[in-house]
């Protein structure tokens, strides 16, 4: 026994030898590296995966289903938009851009700590930044442009410290920038335009040492530059235009010579520009300082920044010569130097102009509203043949314009106005084809005006006034058919108007010829300027009586007659213009009694002073202003307001008793015919008893009230209601191709859904009254057909004029296969979509605001507007609610589609009522309920015509339908658009729009810089983000937000013009989003979601507002 003890021990030495051993290597293994890393990347993956579904689950809108592909089934570094590391599997990268994401973003996204890039770029993402961001320490690229991020920018931020681009742009950021940011010595680009940043500059941006792009335009900044800015040696680009920053710009600014681009314009800065500036900036490609307070001359040394691309001035203080040799800058296409006190008015202050002859690729020369003086001299004939803007107006320039001014053949713009310009308007400046806006008022010019300007053919915009002209008005000025205003006023031109100018319905901002000497009568053809808002033709010799077609100038807004010899009457046509606000007719021979109609348009001044008139002045409308209206030198006029001192009307005793007798003829008569009518009466009734056993072929004597067209005719013009005529359905009714025997005129005629009979005579009335609305952007409706089928049942039709090119709805969603066949597809060029917008817009200003009565449409949609030979649009079913409403009288509305009285789904303002029955659902729409919600005055509003109209523009922008697949769960047309205003548009718009032939892109796209119209194209980008703010501004939720329907016709208008001085015509074709480079003045977006150095520039609707 004892002798196996010593055995024992041994083997539990051993056993302890072999259990410590096994311990020793087993925990060796485990703390060996390769495992530790292994299990340190599990747990990191599980982390980044968790961070995801985090971010994933504060998404609440998903338009495109990206989110989907965020499950379990896959790896998260395969789901869409991330990117990870090949070594770790830890997500290095992150892109959601251009997704319409709605939501917010996770703090969880700071446990992504291998990330080194972030793209939320054009998403819908709100609320403030995590301050989580900042632990991010690897995060190299920070994109969050184009949400509704809000709050502070996180100080903390400058944890991020491998940041190299930090793009904050386009949010709702406020308060100040953090001085933290200028601990971030990687930076290189930084963009935080476009928000609500307030407070001063923080000089810490100064240590900022490797940064090449700080934007910091449209904000509220105040303050002044810091001078630490000047430390910033690889500054490239510097914009901090649009905010509210003072001073001086610090010295060591203009000494970076890495700058290429400088802008600073809108503030209050001031002080001069060194005089060395283009020594020590040679890079320099463009200089925007306008809209400060600059003062000094221009630096000379500017000719030594060769590569100069852009110079504006514009709206500042500078003064003294022009001493730039621009012969140096042969690359310049844009010279802006308006509104400053620069030249001397003396005879060599245009010297600068034969060094002009250089600059190859000038299109844009502005010298307006300085002090230069001299004569124009010859040089002018070697200015760029690119040149497609010459405004010298606002000066001191004598002598006359040089014939050589032809050489500048592509000029759509000339202006010299207020100059002291002398001699004849030279003839040939009707061989500048292109030009679209002449403005030569305000000189000396004599002699005739030359009927040659009639072969510019382009002209929108010719103003001559306040010269020494004589002669007659060139009849072929008619020829102009773009001229949308002319001004001749105050010159001496005599003869008679030409009804050729009369004729020019393109005429819709002005037609100004008073002072001179013309004589004669007013045309009649006025009436077709029914377009026009300004006529003045006062103060010249014309007589005869005022033309009844002056009413049919529904658009006009100021009417001035007065000082000729006008005599008769008001016409009673008068008041058809519902928009006149101001009219004089003074110093006529008028006479007659002043309409009482006077009371119910919206005049705000009438001056009907030194003229004949007599009887009782009104008493309501304008006439309770005194000082709104002027009647002296009408000695015959009595009554109207005591501060109007007229004399009392009398009424004698003579007077009253013939008043008496007439009374009571009246009374006779109206009895002998309320007898007649009850006869009448009875005789229907009759009628009708037996209207089932023989069908009518016309109504009752109401039918008269118009065309008197049957049932029968009806058929008979559409081959039985065939098919085959069947040219389109809708909620009201089904509308069919007919032609009317015997004369043969085809038209369309609307079928409407009614199954019960009478009513005829109410809707009869409403017919009339609606037949006596006109506008030449209406569909005109004919007559009306109030009668009984063959199975007894009441029939209703509206008879329209037949309009030939389709509805808008088939040219902005036809079928491309379907077009195929066809040699030109159905493609609406941009100022065609402009002219239709306009159009439109128009007709809706018309029912709402011109017309006898107020009419809201209830039902604007795309299939609504019809497109002529022209492309004019003219808006049909206006006024159907109210048709359909008499023709039921009472009856229960059966409608069968998602489309009512209050509108189309989509189109329909937020909070509409539809009258209708969706699939299967019980609700009926009857009249009293319609009539009910008229009195609460919710349902029928103009406010929600004008939001339709938004949707509309949209939709012709973008070609989406608002009920289209993608608009769901709070998505919808009007916020993808606003979101994606202004520096996104180019991914909305419709693509057969933007980029006609895709060969012809690819084309444009590969072009070098120099060769593409970038002024052009420029213009193009700011008039869509014009148009669609247009869209979005209409169909806002609120309708007390919505822009007014007249306020949008003149904003369309004015873009419109812009578009055709600059040459847009309306077959050209549109590209958009073709690189050429990054020029604009306040930040410039890269292509990359990681690195490289391509551009597009930003929208630049902010860069030239003057």
């Avoid at 900044?221 to 901090?240: H, N, Q, S």
Wanted: net charge neutral; proline share 4%.
């Amino acid at each position: 026994m004892m002798s196996s003890l010593p055995h024992k021990t041994s083997i539990l030495h051993c056993s302890f030898m072999f259990y410590t051993i096994f311990l020793t290597g087993f925990i060796s293994l485990l703390l060996s590296p390769s495992l530790t890393h292994a299990a340190t990347t599990l747990n990191g993956n599980e982390t980044d995966r968790l961070a995801l579904l985090a971010l994933k689950a504060r998404i609440i809108t998903d338009p495109f289903g990206i989110m989907s592909s965020w499950n379990e089934s896959l790896s998260f570094c395969n789901w869409v938009g991330v990117t990870c590391g090949s070594r770790h599997q830890r997500v290095t990268f992150l892109n959601l851009s251009f997704h319409g994401l709605v939501g917010s973003l996770s703090p969880q996204i700071g446990n992504l700590s291998f990330l080194t890039g972030l793209n939320l770029e054009l998403n819908y993402f709100n609320g403030e930044i995590p301050q989580e961001v900042g632990r991010l320490f690897r995060l190299k690229y920070l994109n969050l442009t184009n949400n509704s991020f809000s709050g502070e920018i996180p100080a903390n931020l400058s944890g991020c410290s491998s940041l190299i681009w930090l793009r904050l742009g386009f949010n709702k950021f406020s308060g100040k920038i953090p001085f933290q940011l200028g601990s971030l010595q990687k930076l290189e680009r930084v963009q935080l335009h476009y928000n609500n940043l307030s407070g001063p500059l923080p000089e810490h941006l100064g240590n900022l040492s490797s940064v090449r792009s700080l934007s910091l335009a449209v904000n509220s900044l105040e303050g002044t530059i810091p001078d630490t800015l000047g430390r910033l040696k690889t500054l490239e680009f510097l914009g901090l235009g649009v905010n509210q920053i003072s001073g001086m710009v610090p010295p060591s600014i203009f000494n970076i010579s890495s700058i290429q681009r400088l802008s600073l314009p809108y503030n209050q800065l001031h002080g001069n520009l060194p005089l060395d500036l283009g020594f020590n900036l040679p890079n320099l490609l463009v200089l925007n300082v306008g809209h400060n307070q600059f003062n000094g001359p221009l630096p000379a040394s500017l000719s030594n920044a060769s590569n100069l691309l852009e110079l504006d001035t514009n709206g500042s203080n500078f003064t003294g010569k022009i001493t730039i040799d621009f012969g140096g800058l042969p690359s310049l296409w844009w010279l802006v130097l308006a509104s400053n006190s620069l030249g001397k008015g003396e005879a060599d202050d245009l010297n600068f102009f034969k060094s002009l002859s250089n600059c190859r690729n000038l299109k844009m020369m502005d010298l307006s509203d300085n002090q230069l003086g001299g004569t124009l001299p010859y040089s002018i004939a070697n200015l760029s043949t690119k040149l497609v803007s010459l405004r010298l107006g606002r000066n001191q320039l004598t002598g006359s314009i040089p014939t050589v001014v032809q050489n500048i053949v592509n000029l759509t713009e000339l202006t010299m106005e207020k100059n002291h310009l002398t001699g004849e308007i030279p003839a040939i400046i009707g061989n500048l084809r292109m030009l679209r806006r002449m403005d030569f008022s305000e000189n000396a010019f004599s002699g005739h005006i030359p009927s040659s300007l009639a072969n510019a053919t382009q002209l929108y915009s010719l103003h001559l006034e306040k010269n020494l002209l004589t002669g007659t008005i060139p009849s072929n000025l008619g020829n102009l058919l773009y001229l949308q205003e002319l001004d001749l006023s105050r010159n001496f031109l005599n003869g008679t108007i030409p009804k050729s100018i009369m004729s020019l319905s393109s005429l819709s901002i002005s037609l100004n010829l008073a002072q001179n000497q013309l004589t004669g009568s007013l045309p009649t053809e006025v009436g077709n300027l029914n377009n026009l808002g300004f006529l003045d033709i006062s103060e010249n010799k014309l007589s005869g009586g005022i033309p009844s077609s002056l009413g049919s100038c529904v658009k006009m807004e100021q009417l001035h007659m007065a000082s000729n010899s006008f005599e008769g009457t008001i016409p009673e046509s008068f008041s058809s213009l519902r928009g006149l606000q101001d009219l004089d007719l003074s110093h006529n021979n008028l006479s007659g009694q002043i309409p009482n109609y006077f009371e119910l348009i919206s005049l705000v001044h009438l001056n009907l002073s030194f003229n004949d008139f007599q009887g009782e002045v009104p008493s309501e409308g304008v006439f309770k202003n005194a000082s709104a209206i002027s009647i002296a030198g009408n000695s015959r006029l009595c009554g109207g307001l005591p501060e109007l001192k007229m004399p009392p009307c009398k009424t004698s005793k003579s007077n009253k008793g013939r008043t008496s007798r007439g009374l009571g003829l009246m009374i006779g008569l109206l009895s002998a015919l309320l007898g007649l009518v009850l006869i009448m009466s009875l005789l229907v009734i009759h009628r009708l008893k037996h209207i089932r056993r023989q069908p009518s072929t016309a109504t009752a004597s109401t039918t008269d009230l118009l065309l008197n067209i049957s049932y029968r005719s009806l058929l008979e013009a559409t081959s039985g209601f065939s098919s085959a005529n069947l040219i389109g359905a809708g909620s009201f009714g089904s509308v069919y191709k007919g032609i009317l025997h015997p004369s043969e005129r085809v038209v369309a005629i609307k079928v409407l859904n009614l199954h019960r009979q009478g009513a005829s005579r109410s809707f009869m009335a409403e017919c009339e009254a609606l037949r006596n609305i006109r506008h030449r952007n209406l569909v005109k409706l004919l007559t009306a057909c109030s009668s009984i089928d063959f199975q007894g049942n009441d029939f209703k039709a509206l008879i329209y004029e037949f309009i030939p090119n389709g509805s808008l709805e088939s040219w902005l969603h036809s079928d491309p296969k379907a077009d195929e066949k066809h040699d030109d597809l159905r493609i609406l060029s941009l100022i065609q979509r402009l002219n239709i917008a306009i159009d439109v817009a128009s007709a809706l200003d018309y029912l709402h605001h011109q017309s006898y009565t107020s009419i809201v449409h209830c039902d604007l949609k795309p299939s609504n507007i019809l497109l002529d030979n022209n492309l004019s649009a003219h808006v049909g079913d206006f006024g159907l609610s109210r048709v359909v409403a008499e023709a039921s009288n009472g009856s229960h509305l059966n409608q069968s589609s998602s489309v009512g009285l209050k509108g189309t789904v989509g189109y329909a303002a937020p909070g509409t009522f539809y009258c209708d029955v969706i699939a299967k659902s019980a609700r009926l729409c009857t009249l009293s309920l319609f009539q009910q919600l008229i009195r609460h005055g919710k349902q029928v509003s103009k406010e929600g015509d004008v939001y339709s109209y938004g949707i509309l523009l949209l939709e012709m922008f973008t070609g989406k339908r608002p009920t289209d697949d993608m608009f769901k769960d709070g998505l919808n047309l009007h916020n993808v658009v606003e979101t994606a205003l202004p520096e996104g548009i180019s991914e909305i718009l419709d693509p057969l729009f933007v980029s006609g032939e895709a060969e012809e892109a690819e084309e444009t796209i590969s072009e070098d810089n120099s060769k593409v119209d970038r002024m052009k194209k420029d213009q193009l980008q700011e008039s869509l983000v014009a148009i669609l703010r247009v869209g979005v501004a209409c169909s806002e939720e609120s309708a007390r937000d919505r822009m007014k329907i007249s306020d949008a016709i003149k904003e369309l208008q004015r873009v419109r013009d812009s578009l055709l001085y600059l040459g847009w015509t309306e077959t050209e074709g549109d590209i958009v989003g073709a690189s050429y480079g990054c020029m604009d003045f306040y930040a410039c977006v890269p292509l990359s979601n990681q690195t490289g150095d391509t551009y597009v520039p930003f929208y630049s609707y902010l860069r030239r507002l003057s």
